[in-house]
């Protein structure tokens, strides 16, 4: 899991990376525009995006929470776009994560059920 709270962070990825533009994007709506309007951006007050990888997809999430899997985050919403599931959670009217999942094979069992469950038409 890749974690991007800041411009900076984009530089965990490489920009030949699929995701690449679909974070970049997101970064600059969500913590650029943001910011260029006049408004203090925190991370940890109104969220921030994530890039899940194979590896994430049984395993808790410790860097968000103690005891959440992929299949257990009460969705707001998944759409698809480029190859990639854009899954919302907002934890309240201030705080949303935006976690982008990869449209791959290993996304499959009950994480697909889920994601399909929340997949807006």
Same mark, same amino acid.
């Given at each position: 899991?890749?974690?991007?709270?800041?411009?900076?962070?984009?530089?965990?990825?490489?920009?030949?990376?699929?995701?690449?533009?679909?974070?970049?994007?997101?970064?600059?709506?969500?913590?650029? !525009?943001?910011?260029?309007? &006049?408004?203090?951006?925190?991370?940890?007050?109104? &969220?921030?995006?994530?890039?899940?990888?194979?590896? !994430?997809?049984?395993?808790?999430?410790?860097?968000?929470?103690?005891?959440?899997?992929?299949? !257990?985050?009460?969705?707001?919403?998944?759409?698809? $776009? !480029?190859? #990639?599931?854009?899954?919302? #959670?907002?934890?309240?009217?201030? +705080? &949303?994560?935006? +976690?982008?999942?990869?449209?791959?094979?290993?996304?499959?069992?009950?994480?697909?059920? $889920?994601?399909?469950?929340?997949?807006?038409?």
């Amino acid at each position: 899991m890749l974690l991007f709270k800041s411009p900076e962070d984009l530089q965990k990825l490489a920009t030949n990376n699929p995701a690449y533009p679909i974070i970049k994007n997101l970064v600059q709506r969500l913590i650029i !525009d943001f910011e260029k309007e &006049g408004y203090s951006y925190d991370p940890e007050a109104h &969220g921030f995006i994530t890039l899940i990888e194979e590896a !994430d997809k049984g395993r808790v999430l410790t860097e968000i929470w103690d005891d959440w899997t992929l299949v !257990d985050i009460p969705w707001e919403g998944i759409s698809i $776009v !480029d190859g #990639f599931f854009q899954a919302v #959670f907002l934890a309240n009217n201030e +705080f &949303g994560i935006v +976690f982008i999942i990869p449209d791959a094979p290993w996304v499959d069992g009950k994480l697909r059920e $889920v994601i399909e469950d929340h997949l807006d038409p």
